[in-house]
């Protein structure tokens, strides 16, 4: 029986991929690293400090830990300053319809982002009141493909895994809601999010009745 819904954030509720895309450009720009679009692609749904590891090995870049973390933070504070300009109008399209027929039909909702600025992104959509419990970048250690960010959120909503369907736009989120034995759909192309339970090209599409058809025998 599905009792939760758990969400990732970044191209399910909202879209910042772009204020992330042009913070990591900045950085590359700033130490003379090459940084285009098809990287950026790879660090779809994981981690700030698994992202910049990623931009160094195509770099052929190492650096010490301490020099990591000051660069990770530098990106992080820009991204962050670009923040302040999201209002309640940056919903993706269907996003905060499901949230609202969720919450009338009295299902839990979680977030399961790998963002530790999840909770300045819902406060700028004005979106908190819509999730119980809110599993971010700083709830766990271990980021997707692991599946711990979803097993935080279903343990915080008292809800074993197979009550729960994962909502997720990345690979890696898949794969970790995979792991972590819950249901999931896929938001995005075939190639990325095709080996979800259920995929939608887009949140507009991803309506409570389309899932519940597809999970008719869970509810």
């Given at each position: 029986m599905i009792?939760?819904?758990?969400?990732?954030?970044?191209?399910?509720?909202?879209?910042?991929?772009?204020?992330?895309?042009?913070?990591w450009k900045k950085l590359s720009d700033d130490m003379n690293w090459k940084f285009d679009r098809e990287l950026n692609e790879k660090l779809r749904g994981i981690?700030?400090?698994d992202s910049i590891k990623v931009i160094m090995d195509y770099n052929q870049v190492t650096l010490d830990d301490a020099t990591v973390e000051e660069?990770?933070?530098?990106?992080?504070?820009?991204?962050?300053?670009?923040?302040?300009?999201?209002t309640p109008d940056d919903y993706l399209p269907g996003a905060r319809e499901l949230l609202?027929?969720?919450?009338?039909?009295?299902?839990?909702?979680?977030?399961?982002?790998?963002?530790?600025?999840?909770?300045?992104?819902l406060k700028q959509l004005n979106a908190t009141h819509f999730f119980d419990v809110i599993g971010d970048?700083?709830?766990?250690?271990?980021?997707?493909?692991?599946?711990?960010?979803?097993?935080?959120?279903?343990?915080?909503l008292g809800l074993p895994p197979e009550n729960c369907i994962v909502f997720e736009d990345a690979e890696k989120g898949i794969d970790a809601a995979k792991a972590g034995k819950f249901h999931s759909v896929g938001?995005?192309?075939?190639?990325?999010?095709?080996?979800?339970?259920?995929?939608?090209?887009?949140?507009?599409?991803?309506?409570?009745?389309?899932v519940k058809s597809h999970f008719k025998e869970l509810f």
């Amino acid at each position: 029986m599905i009792k939760g819904f758990i969400f990732d954030l970044d191209g399910v509720i909202t879209d910042t991929a772009e204020l992330h895309y042009e913070a990591w450009k900045k950085l590359s720009d700033d130490m003379n690293w090459k940084f285009d679009r098809e990287l950026n692609e790879k660090l779809r749904g994981i981690s700030r400090m698994d992202s910049i590891k990623v931009i160094m090995d195509y770099n052929q870049v190492t650096l010490d830990d301490a020099t990591v973390e000051e660069l990770a933070t530098k990106k992080n504070d820009i991204y962050v300053a670009s923040l302040d300009d999201m209002t309640p109008d940056d919903y993706l399209p269907g996003a905060r319809e499901l949230l609202t027929h969720l919450r009338s039909e009295g299902f839990k909702v979680a977030l399961g982002s790998a963002s530790k600025n999840a909770i300045k992104v819902l406060k700028q959509l004005n979106a908190t009141h819509f999730f119980d419990v809110i599993g971010d970048g700083n709830s766990v250690s271990k980021s997707k493909p692991e599946p711990d960010i979803f097993l935080y959120a279903a343990e915080k909503l008292g809800l074993p895994p197979e009550n729960c369907i994962v909502f997720e736009d990345a690979e890696k989120g898949i794969d970790a809601a995979k792991a972590g034995k819950f249901h999931s759909v896929g938001i995005g192309p075939e190639e990325r999010v095709g080996h979800a339970d259920i995929r939608f090209n887009t949140m507009k599409e991803a309506t409570l009745f389309e899932v519940k058809s597809h999970f008719k025998e869970l509810f």
